[in-house]
Antibody, heavy 121, light 111 residues
Framework: QLQLQESGSGLVKPSQTLSLTCAVSDGSISSGGYSWSWIRQPTGKGLEWIGYIYNTASTYYNPSLKSRVTISVDRSKNQFSLKLSSVTAADTAVYYC?????????????WGQGTMVTVSS | QSVLTQPPSASGTPGQRVTISCSGSSSNIGSNSVTWYQQLPRTAPKLLIYSNSQRPSGVPDRFSGSKSGTSASLAISGLQSEDEADYYCAAWDDSLNGHVVFGGGTKLTVL
């Protein structure tokens, strides 16, 4: 069964760029019909969709984060990545990668375990 | 402030039926289907209901979903202790070139 695993820096300084990678195993990121999303959750708070990439090139981003977000795919490594620039303490959260789009763009049927990112000097 | 509105908490005793509401607008629930997620403590969310009322394989039929107009509901019948979790609704929102929106989440307590 397809698995997702996030990795990246757990501590980022304010104003710097947060970078995370989601490795896809037991399945291909190039499989048609799916989108690959990033979703975050501040401690004790709700879920916030960051954006997704599909067809390995087309992207949709949360309008509130759009100016700072880049999601890309590395097909050779079967992984996709998130870059969030100019971070502040408000970006501190657990970041999840997820597969969606098979049924609907908001239907995330596979999730990574999540990785905590703290923004602090 | 979440785009979709859920009550922050709900509760019930074992065996009871509880419902969780999710209120939106014409640009999201009013024109798109609703998805529900269950998040057990310290775990990633899990897909619970999609297309308003469909259950993925493995989800007990105690869980059901419905939608009417710009609102949706998740019902859990025969409440069990392991149902204690946070529940989130989600939908595609057609505004601002389109994006996914979530509810703020409802913490379900089994008394």
């Amino acid at each position: 069964q397809l698995q997702l695993q996030e990795s990246g820096s757990g501590l980022v300084k304010p104003s710097q760029t947060l970078s995370l990678t989601c490795a896809v195993s037991d399945g291909s990121i190039s499989s048609g019909g799916y989108s690959w999303s990033w979703i975050r959750q501040p401690t004790g708070k709700g879920l916030e969709w960051i954006g997704y990439i599909y067809n390995t090139a087309s992207t949709y981003y949360n309008p509130s984060l759009k100016s700072r977000v880049t999601i890309s795919v590395d097909r050779s490594k079967n992984q996709f990545s998130l870059k969030l620039s100019s971070v502040t303490a408000a970006d501190t959260a657990v970041y999840y990668c997820a597969r969606g789009g098979g049924i609907g763009v908001d239907v995330f049927d596979m999730w990574g375990q999540g990785t905590m990112v703290t923004v602090s000097s | 402030q979440s785009v979709l509105t859920q009550p922050p908490s709900a509760s019930g005793t074992p065996g009871q039926r509880v419902t969780i509401s999710c209120s939106g607008s014409s640009s999201n629930i009013g024109s798109n289907s609703v998805t529900w997620y269950q998040q057990l403590p310290r775990t990633a969310p899990k897909l619970l209901i999609y297309s308003n009322s469909q259950r993925p394989s493995g989800v007990p039929d105690r869980f059901s979903g419905s939608k009417s107009g710009t609102s949706a509901s998740l019902a859990i019948s025969g409440l069990q202790s392991e149902d204690e979790a946070d529940y989130y609704c989600a939908a595609w929102d057609d505004s601002l070139n389109g994006h996914v929106v979530f509810g703020g989440g409802t913490k379900l307590t089994v008394l």
